[in-house]
C-alpha cells in the first residue's frame, strides 16, 4: 500500500520549474488532439477535454510511471466510433466503465506482462493501420453538411483556404521543433493559424461550427441505457476491445518510458490505473482513453520526471473548460486538421518501410494484414488479435521442423531414438514418421534428454505409437523425461498407456 501512498515522493529532487512548463506545455498538447479526436468520433469536444482532464489526473496521481501521461484519445476511442454511430452517447459512457473495469481486472490478477507476447510485426500493422484511419478522418473535415442534408466537398475558394491553413499548419508543426522544443510546435502552429484567421478575418470553418463547449465541472452521471443482458451483448465485444487497445498503448508507452529515462516502471499498477481512470470517465461523461505516446514524450522532452507535471496539466485542462470555451471555439479546424495530419504521420512507423527487405516474409505478411483489418474494418482488437495468431502458427511451423532423431542400436540389442527440439502439435507427424515397428527390435527405447512433451497432441502421439509396438508384441520405454512432463504424463495416465523408465543414474533438474 506504501507505494500508493508516496505520491509525492519527496526523497527524489523535483525540478518544480520543469514540471510546471512541462505540465503547460503538455495541456496545451492535449487539448488540440482531445478536441480533434472527439469531433472524429462525433462527440461534442467538451466529452474530449473531460477525458483528458480525468485520465489525465487519476493516472498521474495513481499510475504506474511517473512521467507518463494518458489522455483523451488515441486508439481507444478510434475503436468506439461504429458504436457511438449505432447506438448514440449513452452507450460510449457504459462502455468505457466496462473497458475499465477489465482494465482494472488485468493490474489486479497482475496479467500486464501479458501485454509483451505482442510481436513487433504486429505493432507496426497496428500503428500504420491506425495512422491510416487518423489521416483519412481529417480529410473527412474537407467536406461540409449543406442546408439539405447533403455532405458535400467544400468548393472554391473555401476549400483553398482550409487547405491553406492546414498545410500552413502542417510545415510549422513539422519546421518549427527545428528552431527551438521550448514550446509544442502543434501549439504554436495552432496559435499561428488561429491569429492569421482572426488578423485577416478570414472566413473558414471553426470548432463552433462543430459543436458548442460550454464549460462546467464535469458531473455524475450513470450511463442511461437499459440494463439487460441484450446491452451487455452490445457493449461486451467494444469493451473488451477497448480495454485491450488501452492496455497495449499504455504499456507500450510505459516500457518505452522506461528506456528513455532508464528506470523501471509498473506494468501491473498502471493497468489499475487505467481502470479506474475509464470507470470515471464512465460516470463523469469523458470519452475514456489511455497513455499518449506523443504528449508523453513532450512531458519528457520538456524535462518532466515526476507526476507533478501530468497533474499540472490536467489541472490546466480543466480551467481552460471553465473559462476558456470562447476562445476554443474559434479555434480554426484547419489548424487542427493539420495537426492531426502530422499525429497520422508521426504514428506511422516508416522504419516498417525501410526494413522491409530485411524481415522475414511471414513477418510482413502479418504487418500488412493487421494493417489492412485495421484500415477496412476499424476493428483495431481484431487486427491485433489476428496478427498474434497468425505469428503464432508461424513459430509453431518453423519449430516443428526443427525435430530431429539420432537411432542407433546398443550391444543388448536395444534399439535407442534420440530425440532433439520440442514434441507438440506442430512437430507430432514429422516425429512419428520417424519410427519403424515392424523392423524394429523387441526392446525401443526413446531418449528425451535434448525434448520435452509440450502438450496434449505430444502425449496422444506417444499413446499411438506405443499401441503400434504393442501390436507387435514389442516394448517401447521412454526416458530421460524431465519432471514437468513426467508431471504431464502422469496426470494423463488414465488416457494413455506409456513406459516411463526409471533412471537411477540420471535425474533431469525438477522444474522449480
Known sequence: MNSYLNIFDFSKKINYKNELLAGFTVAMTMIPESLSFAILAGLSPLTGLYAAFMMGLVTAILGGRPGMVSGGAGATIVVLIALIKTHGIEYLFATVVLAGIFQLLVGVFKLGKFVRLIPQPVMYGFLNGLAVIIFMAQVEQFK??????????????????????????????YFFPKITKVIPASLVGILIVFVVVLGFNIHTKTVADIASISGSLPSFHIPQIPFSLKTLEIIFPYAMIMAGVGLIESLLTLSMVDEITDSKGSTNRESVAQGIANITNGFFGGMGGCAMVAQTLVNLNAGSRARLSGIIASITILIIILVGAPFIEKIPMAALVGVMMMVAISTFQWVSIRIVNKMPKSDIFVGITVALITIVLHNLALAVLVGVIISALVFAWDNAKRIRAKKYVDEKGVKYYEIYGPLFFGSVTAFTDKFDPANDPNAVIIDFKESRIVDMSAIDALDKLSKRYAQQNKKLHLKHLSEDCRKMLKNAEAIIEVNIQDDPTYKVMPEK
Open 144 to 173: 461540409i453538411t449543406g442546408s439539405n442534408g447533403v455532405v458535400d466537398w467544400l468548393q472554391g475558394t473555401s476549400l483553398y483556404i482550409m487547405a491553406g491553413l492546414t498545410a500552413l499548419t502542417i510545415a510549422i508543426v
